[in-house]
């Protein structure tokens, strides 16, 4: 197995081809990565900007540049000695007409020999939609738009289908005949008898399966030559079926809609009667069931072809814990590829790179027996922030934001509907009631657990109730084959289901064929004990519930498929109630609003720090360190701006205060509300801290990214305004307050106020920045370089952080780095030019070169923490790595804005160096630790002190620079 030295992940979309892509290898060569990571490949909708909407997975996307592209790029990554990363995505692919297999079930229903491929539910419990597909594409109610003649009958190069805008959705052959039966009519007296009987036979043919749709179409096209007057029965019959042209035409389509596979529905229809499996709550990407080996083998026959022909070494899986058996995926991937590379399964060897995108909870692990070599590193993001919030910093800002969210702000609350003891079948979804935002005004902001808890709640109700009707039909069933669920309604058990599911501590266990995990037991006991406690009540269904969940084997067939699709559907509730609805209400510790990670988790100590280290250099060396992904809130570098805020909260809530003031003139009512709301507008100040370019050319461009921002992070929250409901009046309110505290003369104060603590506030968040990706660089792990990070990137969460890169500055500021002949003399020029990046660029330079020539020293070097000793052995973290005679330490600073001198109420923008700052402190090395060291980023040769043990003063290490790795003396810098 080849493990990259680090990983560079790269977007590609329609301004980054695989040509284009082809240009930067080079570059990254030269930066030092030994892997480029990419998005998926595949074919996939048109002007699709991510390739996550897979149409085929058994073609590379010719938007992109097909496989001859494809080649192209390969062909350079061999020249430069470089691996290919690839994300690929099994849990989903487009329910689009482009694609083929998706296509071929609207057409042929559940007999399509395509149907096993994705996850549908052909006899839902909800009337009338029997072996039909609902299709929620409608943007009113069906029959409104079948009258306005929105639903077309039409006639293309392909034969008839229905067309709903730019939708062409495929007939059946009930549909053809009933389409050539009204040619047949249309036919003039006239024609040629030999044309009405060709019809006929074609009309018979397709609706008894003889001939298929696109073979009539075929031969229907063929007549047209000989028969002109074919061409004008075609028009008048499509008339015939044209809504506008009265009542009976309407009929006569709704009839024709009537007897097709799948059933077109106005939108909203997803929250209450779909029945496929979605990816979270789009309904444009369906779920594809991968636990097939059938579906499996022809989903993965390309990449499996493309791991075999070396074009590809490793592999990104997307979205691990939507598969019904994650287990059982990555077992049958292993044997696959081992079986294509020409091998026997070894049960430990990995036949190639594989990474899972996975999201682990509080101190969840990722199952040790799982054959990948780790995950994508969210959780490494999440413990390196928490290691740069001050702790006592952190309790105050926390208390200060937690007084600047208040004042009146509207807080969704969910809680159980007092007056129904008993949830009926008839009464699917009056687990909750959602109460308007103007109906609970509060004086206190909840704890967050109590936030994320009530918007669990929340999107179960709102966004899957289809999924928990599902689920209840399915459980009811195995109620009936046990007593002790024999007499339990619907309702009941759906309630049971609800409760369970809202209370679940992590995205979703992994119970399969195999005995159920000691973890994931404990994780779903604790979750029905809590929801005996929110409903006594249900203890009966609870402990029904309870046996399925946790049992051994149960009668009939249906068990494990309904356990594997409850477990598939808390994954969901979770990613959409905490990720994106709790972080963005609770916006105290914004920092910690992350993707795997919240800010109930609290700072982290250095010596909590270096275990979880440890432990991942023994169990996952190989996993992936992110700073930033296409999928983070924020980037690495404001997230890092974020973090400097809790080294001075007092400074930050007065300065809120005045902000506030200054920007009253903005605010309007909206509904009876202030527009923003405080929370809203705390959330508005901090985006704008956090991510206000340091770049006066990207400043002039920045308020469409802020307005945009500030209505995705409004309709996420779900309060005021959503997705499904959206509150134009409320997004232009605050669109318009964004504008005005950029732009209007008026708001001069709060910018020149503002910039007072960005000033403060960006150059210790570039330190902080600094700081965490030299850990990131040279801690247990394979670094990942997001696209662009190696400068400066401050950006927002997506579409923001998608946005294209400038690559020809970066290539130009990489060759003017290598050219400068005098290290010392260049390290001390970027601590004066910090704002254009380059000193971070150096940097990750530097340090991935570092790790590309000395391989082993971080892929299986000992990780061995070193003690901070004296006045503010709290401001350092430092580590060093082994590896035989060769040695590592890496040392950086934190909190640096309090290690400097105060001006007006804030820190300086000065570095924290030399005995000012770090006075009689030291770090004490293990063991056998050599005692001279040359600094890789400046050339600084450092000495330890002699005498036991021995030290190495923090005023020598930070002399010149802010962050130091340095090597043992005698190894090349």
């Known amino acids: 197995m080849r493990v990259p030295a680090a990983t560079y992940r790269l977007q590609l979309g329609p301004e980054m081809s695989f040509d284009q892509a082809r240009t930067i290898v080079p570059y990254l060569a030269a930066l030092g990565v030994s892997d480029l990571y990419l998005s998926p490949i595949f074919q996939a909708r048109s002007g699709s900007t991510h390739g996550y909407d897979v149409t085929d997975p058994t073609r590379i996307s010719s938007a992109l540049g097909g496989p001859e592209g494809f080649a192209r790029l390969s062909a350079a990554l061999r020249e430069h000695g470089q691996g290919l990363v690839l994300d690929i995505v099994p849990n989903h692919q487009a329910a689009h007409e482009e694609n083929p297999r998706w296509r071929a079930v609207l057409q042929n229903g559940r007999a399509s020999p395509d149907a096993r491929f994705f996850d549908i539910d052909w006899d839902p419990p909800w009337p009338g939609l029997e072996g039909q597909l609902l299709l929620p594409l409608l943007g009113r109610r069906y029959a409104e738009a079948l009258r306005a003649g929105e639903v077309q009958l039409g006639w293309d190069d392909d034969g008839f289908a229905l067309h709903y805008y730019v939708r062409r959705l495929p007939l059946n052959r009930h549909g053809w005949r009933m389409a050539l039966e009204a040619v047949t009519e249309t036919l003039p007296q006239h024609s040629d008898p030999m044309l009405r009987r060709a019809i006929e036979r074609l009309a018979g043919q397709v609706e008894a399966g003889v001939l298929a749709p696109d073979a009539v179409a075929h031969q229907l096209r063929a007549l047209l030559p000989a028969f002109p007057e074919l061409e004008q029965a075609i028009s008048a019959a499509l008339d015939r079926f044209d809504p506008r042209t009265g009542a009976e035409a309407t009929q006569r389509l709704d009839r024709l809609i009537a ?440 400043q002039a461009g920045f308020l469409p990214r802020l307005q945009g921002y500030l209505v995705k992070a409004a309709r996420e929250a779900k309060l005021r305004t959503s997705w499904l409901n959206p509150n134009e009046a409320y997004e232009q309110a605050l669109v318009r307050f964004a504008e005005a505290l950029l732009t209007d003369r008026r708001a001069e104060p709060f910018r020149e106020d503002f910039g007072r603590l960005w000033q403060a506030v960006a150059f210790h968040g570039a330190l902080a920045s600094l700081a965490q990706t030299a850990i990131k660089l040279t801690a247990p792990g394979v670094p990942d370089l997001y696209q662009g990070c190696e400068l400066w990137c401050f950006s927002l969460v997506d579409p923001d952080n998608r946005g294209p890169v400038d690559f020809a500055r970066r290539e130009a500021a990489l060759r003017q780095l290598h050219a400068a002949g005098d290290l010392p003399a260049l390290a001390e020029e970027l601590l004066e030019t910090w704002e254009d990046g380059r000193i971070k660029l150096h940097l990750t330079a530097r340090l991935l070169h570092l790790r590309r020539d000395y391989p082993d020293l971080f892929t299986a070097g000992s990780y061995l923490p070193a003690a901070g000793d004296g006045s503010r052995a709290e401001f350092v973290v430092a580590f060093t790595r082994r590896r035989g005679e060769m040695w590592s330490l890496t040392a950086v600073p934190r909190f640096t804005a309090r290690l400097v001198a105060w001006e007006d109420g804030l820190p300086t923008r000065s570095y924290p160096l030399g005995p000012p700052s770090w006075q009689d402190t030291v770090l004490i090395l293990p063991g056998g630790a050599p005692r001279r060291w040359q600094c890789r980023l400046t050339g600084q040769v450092v000495e330890m002190t002699t005498g036991e043990p021995p030290r190495l003063p923090l005023a020598q290490v930070f002399a010149r620079w802010p962050v130091a790795v340095l090597l043992a003396e005698g190894h090349s810098v």
Request: aromatic share 8%; hydrophobic share 40%; net charge negative.
């Open 259 to 698: 007897v097709q596979h799948y059933r077109p529905a106005f939108w909203r229809s997803t929250i209450s009667q779909l029945n496929y499996r979605r990816f979270f709550d789009i309904a444009d990407l369906a779920g594809v069931r991968v636990e097939d080996p059938l579906v499996f083998d022809a989903t993965h026959r390309l990449i499996v072809d493309l791991v075999r022909s070396a074009q590809v070494t490793g592999l990104r899986i997307d979205h691990i814990d939507g598969l019904a058996d994650p287990d059982g995926y990555l077992e049958m991937l292993h044997r696959r590829l081992w079986h294509a590379l020409g091998d026997q399964p070894a049960s430990q060897e990995l036949p190639c790179y594989i990474l899972v995108e996975k999201i682990l909870t509080g101190d969840e692990e990722l199952p040790e027996e799982w054959p990948v070599a780790g995950t994508t590193g969210y959780e490494f993001a999440r413990q390196v922030t928490r290691l740069f919030l001050h702790p006592e910093g952190s309790a105050r800002l926390y208390a200060a934001n937690t007084a600047l969210s208040v004042a009146g702000i509207a807080w969704a609350e969910v809680e159980r509907r007092a007056s129904a003891p008993e949830l009926t079948a008839a009464d699917p979804s009056g687990s909750v009631t959602v109460r308007p935002v103007s109906e609970h005004q509060t004086s206190e902001v909840p704890p967050f657990a109590e936030v994320a808890d009530q918007a669990r709640r929340q999107v179960l109700h709102e966004l899957f109730s289809a999924e928990l009707d599902l689920l209840a039909s399915r459980l009811a069933k195995l109620a009936r084959l046990c007593p002790e669920g024999r007499d339990l309604t619907v309702g009941e058990l759906r309630r049971a289901l609800f409760e369970v599911t809202a209370t679940l501590p992590v995205y979703r266990t992994y119970r399969s064929d195999r005995p159920l995990r000691p973890a994931d037991q404990a994780c779903i006991e604790q979750a029905l004990a809590e929801a005996r406690q929110r409903w006594p009540e249900g203890e009966a269904a609870l402990a029904f519930l309870k046996l399925v969940l946790l049992a051994q084997d149960w009668p009939g067939e249906d068990w494990l498929g309904f356990v594997r699709r409850w477990q598939q559907l808390t994954g969901a509730a979770m990613a959409k109630g905490v990720e994106d609805t709790a972080h963005y209400r609770d916006v105290r510790l914004l920092a910690l609003n992350e993707v795997g990670a919240e800010p109930a988790d609290g700072p982290l100590a250095p010596e909590d720090f270096h275990r979880w280290c440890r432990s991942r250099q023994e169990h996952w060396p190989y996993t992936l360190n992110a700073t930033s992904t296409h999928d983070t809130k924020r980037s690495e570098d404001a997230r890092a701006r974020l973090c400097v805020l809790a080294d001075l909260p007092d400074a930050w809530q007065a300065a809120v205060g005045r902000w506030r003031e200054y920007a009253a003139p903005f605010r309007t009512i909206v509904d009876g509300e202030p527009a923003p709301d405080p929370a809203m507008e705390l959330l508005c100040y901090q985006s704008l801290l956090a991510a206000w370019p340091l770049d006066p050319a990207e």
